[in-house]
Structure formats: structure tokens, C-alpha cells
């Protein structure tokens, strides 16, 4: 259990005043399930912890300690490795709250993000293939990428000059982008997951026959993040 106290603030919920970003960063950003402004003072007022995978940022502070130095929870923690045969990256990130405004009207940002990246690759008998995933909880604000959305694709590959070309083997593509609205422990998120994946799959000889395409291999995406608010 937390200390009660009381703060005078700035006359806007918080101990100063909230940077605003600049409308130069909104450029190609999407809004999604901004949070309240009591959402966004629950969020910096009582952070307590979060975790991601193997990740766990606990600032060790009371919410009254906030009133002297505001960035007392600021910080973050990782765990992991993003690298091809590693079990991938977890990373939990707290900053200082945001304000901006889009199409006039007034929004806020909390500065909790937690994300998750790891890649698969895998050596194929005439090529290779590599697979790609990224899992962000974010607040108000991504790139929206969903317009190249490929579902997965495989063509044959030829080679040879016009009139004389020859099937030479395999090559796959895709890539999918999905953004949803969620809430951890009363606050609002928004989930972005983004897949890739690309490979190839060569004849060994030039009599042989086609090898298969190349299969979808992506790491698995993770169990959802665990946020902890202090109570009074």
C-alpha cells in the first residue's frame, strides 16, 4: 500500500507541465485508444512495475516521491536476445507523460511501452529463410503500416535471358500488420504486431526438381504484459 499525500501541482494533475510533441512527430502516425487524462496521471502517478517476458522494470519509489522528482520512475529493463536462434528481446520502457494536439483536439500519451522482437532463420537445402515478428504496446500514437499487408506468397523463380528461362527454384514473401485497442490494469494500449517473413529455396543441380516453397516459421508471439499500480 502506497502513502496517501496531497500535490498542488501545475493546475493539470501532474507536479509541471507535460512536454508537447511537436506536430512534425505526428506525421504518419495513427491515433488509437488515446488514454483519459485520468488514466494518464494513474499511469504516472502509481507505476509501480512492468513486465514483459523476462522483463521487469520496478522503480523502487512511493507515488509522493514523484512530487520532488518527477522522473524517480523513469526507466526501463530488458531481457533477451532478438538475434536468429535466440529466444527473442523483451524491453519495458517508463518515461514522462505527453500532451499533443491533432485536428485541434487536445490528447495525451502515458509513458509506459513494452515490446517484444525476435527472428527465426532457417537454412534450406538450396537457400534460406528468415522470419521476422515485433509486438509493441504503445500508447496513442503508431505507424500504421497495414497498407502492405502481403498474405504469403510463393512464385517460381527462372533464370535465363528472355524466350530461353528456366525454372530455378522457390522464393516466398509476407508480411502482416495488426493494430488493436487493450487494456492493462485500467490502462489503455495499443497492441501493434508486425510479421515478415522472406526465403528462397535453389535446385542443387540443374536436372533436379523443384523444391518446396519455403514454410512459415515465425517465433511465437508472446503472453500479454503484467502492469502493477500502486494502491492506497
Not at 512530487?67 to 526507466?75: F, P
Not at 495525451?108 to 527465426?120: L, Q
Request: glycine content about 8%; hydrophobic content about 35%.
Amino acid at each position: 500500500m502506497a502513502t496517501p499525500f496531497t500535490a498542488l501541482g501545475k493546475g493539470n494533475g501532474f507536479s509541471s507541465c507535460l512536454q508537447k510533441i511537436p506536430a512534425i512527430q505526428l506525421l504518419n502516425q495513427e491515433l488509437l485508444n488515446p488514454p483519459s487524462l485520468a488514466e494518464t496521471m494513474a499511469a504516472y502517478w502509481n507505476f509501480d512495475s512492468a513486465t514483459f517476458g523476462g522483463a521487469t522494470f520496478n522503480p523502487d519509489n512511493e507515488p509522493k516521491d514523484l512530487i520532488c522528482n518527477e522522473s524517480l520512475n523513469v526507466g526501463s529493463a530488458s531481457d533477451g536476445d532478438s538475434r536468429p536462434g535466440y529466444p527473442g528481446e523483451f524491453i519495458v520502457t517508463n518515461s514522462l507523460p505527453k500532451i499533443f494536439f491533432k485536428d485541434g483536439v487536445k490528447y495525451y500519451k502515458h509513458g509506459i511501452k513494452m515490446t517484444f522482437s525476435a527472428e527465426t532463420y532457417q537454412a534450406l537445402s538450396g537457400g534460406a529463410q528468415a522470419s521476422l515478428i515485433d509486438v509493441q504496446y504503445l500508447s496513442s500514437l503508431y505507424i500504421d503500416r497495414s497498407d502492405s499487408n502481403q498474405a504469403y506468397t510463393c512464385v517460381t523463380e527462372m533464370f535465363g535471358p528472355p524466350g530461353e528461362q528456366f525454372p530455378i527454384g522457390k522464393s516466398a514473401s509476407e508480411f502482416n500488420q495488426t493494430a488493436s485497442a487493450v487494456t492493462i490494469s485500467g490502462i489503455p494500449f495499443i497492441k501493434v504486431v508486425t510479421k515478415s517473413r522472406g526465403g528462397v529455396n535453389y535446385v542443387a543441380n540443374a536436372n533436379d526438381p523443384l523444391p518446396p516453397c519455403p514454410a512459415p516459421n515465425f517465433p511465437a508471439e508472446p503472453s500479454t504484459p503484467t502492469l502493477t499500480l500502486h494502491t492506497y
